[in-house]
């Protein structure tokens, strides 16, 4: 009798085991799906202007949301005046550096005409600076755009796609030695008094939040200072002044 019982018990664990097992494995492959979820491209008006925020791993995510913020705001008519869309190199899944999953709306090799190109940056530009399908996108789109705006340490890619020769550029604080070390045809602001720069098609910010800054600064050239006024209360940044 008592093998009896010991047997069944055994029986009982081994299925629950197994059980556990197809359970823990069903949860591992619903994950690995959902990281490969295949991108659906973001439609867009194609009688609006484009604005396309560069994404990659580890990207900080105040200069994505900064820009997508600020141009995907409607006027005070209610109409949007921008399509705004993110792009990157590969149809996957993105990581911010502060943990936040980005599916990019297109692929670098597939996007509508760009108006403007926002490039940000993470705490390795090393990583974006030697990937040679980004610095060459950007040098692609340097000759259609009418802005470029990089914010923080994304003017190192800027630096290195060679297109802002001659230029003036301002980076994160603390950075303006190093930009200035590596690219020497860039003419660094200096980034402990200057917080946005703009020259000629390229504007630069400090990043982080001083990206909202930039930000508006170019939606004021694109539209108007009314318009500007409008987002900047609409989104509570008058507040903050």
């Known amino acids: ?14 299925l629950s085991c197994s059980e556990q097992t197809k359970n823990n494995s069903e949860k591992t ?6 990281k490969q979820e295949k991108m659906t491209e973001k439609l867009i008006n194609k009688n609006l202007p484009t604005i396309g925020i560069l994404v990659f791993d580890g990207v900080i995510i105040n200069e ?4 997508l913020d600020v141009f995907s705001n409607p006027d005070i ?17 993105y990581e911010s ?10 692929l670098i090799n597939a996007i509508p005409n760009l108006k403007v190109l926002v490039v940000p940056s993470s705490y390795n530009p090393s990583d974006q600076t030697s990937n040679k399908k980004l ?7 340097n000759k259609t755009t009418d802005y470029i705006a990089s914010h923080c340490a994304g003017a190192f890619l800027i630096g290195e796609s060679g297109i802002a020769d001659g230029k003036e550029i301002v980076t994160y604080c603390g950075g303006g030695e190093s930009l200035q070390s590596i690219y020497p045809n860039i003419m660094v602001a200096d980034d402990n008094k200057v ?3 703009q020259d000629g098609k390229f504007i630069s910010s400090n990043g982080s939040l001083v990206s909202y800054i930039a930000s508006f600064d170019l939606l004021e050239k694109l ?9 900047e209360k609409a989104i509570l940044f008058d507040r903050l002044k």
């Open 1 to 14: 009798m008592k093998k009896i019982t010991l047997l069944t018990l055994l029986t009982f664990l081994l």
């Open 135 to 141: 610095v060459d996108f950007v040098k692609e789109q």
């Open 195 to 197: 917080s946005v720069v």
């Open 29 to 34: 492959i619903n994950t690995k799906t959902s």
């Open 223 to 231: 539209t108007s200072l009314d318009h500007r006024k409008f987002v």
């Open 77 to 93: 008519q209610g109409r949007h005046l921008f399509n705004v869309i993110t792009i990157a190199a590969e149809n996957k899944v």
């Open 64 to 67: 994505v949301v900064a820009p």
């Open 97 to 106: 550096a502060q943990g936040l999953r980005i599916t990019p709306d297109y």
